[in-house]
């Protein structure tokens, strides 16, 4: 089995600063993409930010320049680099992975979530 656990989350003022991470553990044979999705108060899940195996990064048009997504593939691990939060930002953030496993099954698994309010 895989397992993914989220941390980082909490409350921030605006223009704030806070770093997520989500750790993959498990049967894994191969880490494929990586990524974060927020969603907010009724809305859908979006995509925010995420990353290739060679490196090659997207992010959504409201999180440029101000959020930075990276991995750490040693530690099955990946980040997200949220500064000049905006009360906007508030959601629920969730870490997808793309896992090939020991039995040679590929497939996307979704992290727990974790919230990020931004309010005074």
């Known amino acids: 089995q895989v397992q993914l656990v989220e941390s980082g989350g909490g409350l921030v003022q605006p223009g704030g600063s806070l770093r997520l991470s989500c750790a993959a553990s498990g049967s894994i044979r191969s880490i494929y993409d990586m990524g974060w999705y927020g969603q907010a108060p009724a809305k859908e899940r979006e995509l925010v930010a995420s990353i290739t195996s060679d490196g090659t990064t997207n992010y959504g048009s409201s999180v440029k320049g101000r959020f930075t997504i990276s991995r750490d593939d040693a530690k099955n691990t990946v980040y997200l680099q949220m500064n000049s939060l905006q009360p906007e930002d508030t959601a629920v953030y969730y870490c997808?992975?793309?896992?090939?496993?020991?039995?040679?099954?590929?497939?996307?698994?979704w992290g727990q979530g974790t919230q990020v309010t931004v309010s005074s």
């Open positions: 997808h992975v793309d896992i090939g496993d020991s039995w040679g099954w590929r497939r996307g698994y």
